[in-house]
C-alpha cells in the first residue's frame, strides 16, 4: 500500500527541483522579453520618429504641389507670350523660375532619406523584437490581399515603379490618343 501512495504522489505533482528550474527558465525568458521591448525604444519611435516622418513627407507633398504649380504657371506664361522684341527676355526670366522652382528635388530627397532611415530603424528593430519572442505571423497571407494584388498588378494601378514590371511611357501616351 505504501508503494501505491507513493507512486501516486509522483505523478501528481512534479518534484520542486524540476518545477523550480521551469519558474527560473520562464523567468529568464520574461527578462529577456523586457530587454529586447526596450531594445524597440517604442516611446522614441511614437515620440520622434515616426512623426518626424509623417511631418517629413507632408513637407515633400507640400515642396512638389508649390514647384509643380510654379513650372506649370511658367510655361503658361510663356505659351501666352504675344511674338514681339521683349520675348526672348521674358521667356529667360520664366525659364530661371522653372529653373529655381526644380531646386524642390534636392530638399524633398533629403526628406525621403530621412523618412527612409527612420522605416529603416523601426524595421531593424521590430526584426530584432520578432526573433527574440519567436514570432510568427498569425494566419499566413490575407486572400483578399493576394486577390488585390493580383488585381492591382492586371489594372497597373501600382504607382511609381522602383524597379520591376512598368508601363512604357509610348503605352501611357498611346491611351491617350
Avoid: W
Avoid at 504641389?65 to 513650372?71: K, V
Avoid at 497571407?141 to 504607382?159: Q, S, T
Amino acid at each position: 500500500m505504501a508503494l501505491a501512495a507513493k507512486a501516486r504522489k509522483t505523478t501528481a505533482a512534479p518534484d520542486k527541483p524540476s518545477l523550480i528550474r521551469e519558474l527560473v527558465e520562464i523567468a529568464d525568458y520574461i527578462a529577456h522579453l523586457r530587454t529586447e521591448i526596450a531594445a524597440l525604444r517604442a516611446n522614441e519611435l511614437t515620440r520622434d520618429r515616426l512623426p518626424m516622418a509623417h511631418e517629413e513627407l507632408g513637407s515633400v507633398v507640400e515642396a512638389t504641389a508649390g514647384a509643380t504649380n510654379s513650372i506649370m504657371n511658367a510655361a503658361e506664361e510663356i505659351l501666352g507670350l504675344p511674338d514681339d522684341k521683349n520675348y526672348r527676355a521674358v521667356v529667360e526670366a520664366r525659364m530661371n523660375d522653372i529653373f529655381e522652382a526644380c531646386t524642390f528635388q534636392d530638399i524633398t530627397g533629403q526628406r525621403i532619406g530621412k523618412v527612409v532611415e527612420a522605416l529603416r530603424q523601426l524595421e531593424t528593430r521590430l526584426t530584432r523584437f520578432a526573433a527574440a519572442v519567436k514570432a510568427k505571423d498569425e494566419g499566413g497571407i490575407d486572400p483578399a490581399e493576394v486577390e488585390r494584388r493580383v488585381r492591382n498588378e492586371l489594372l497597373i494601378l501600382n504607382g511609381p515603379q522602383l524597379k520591376g514590371p512598368a508601363t512604357a511611357q509610348d503605352a501611357i501616351d498611346a491611351m491617350f490618343d
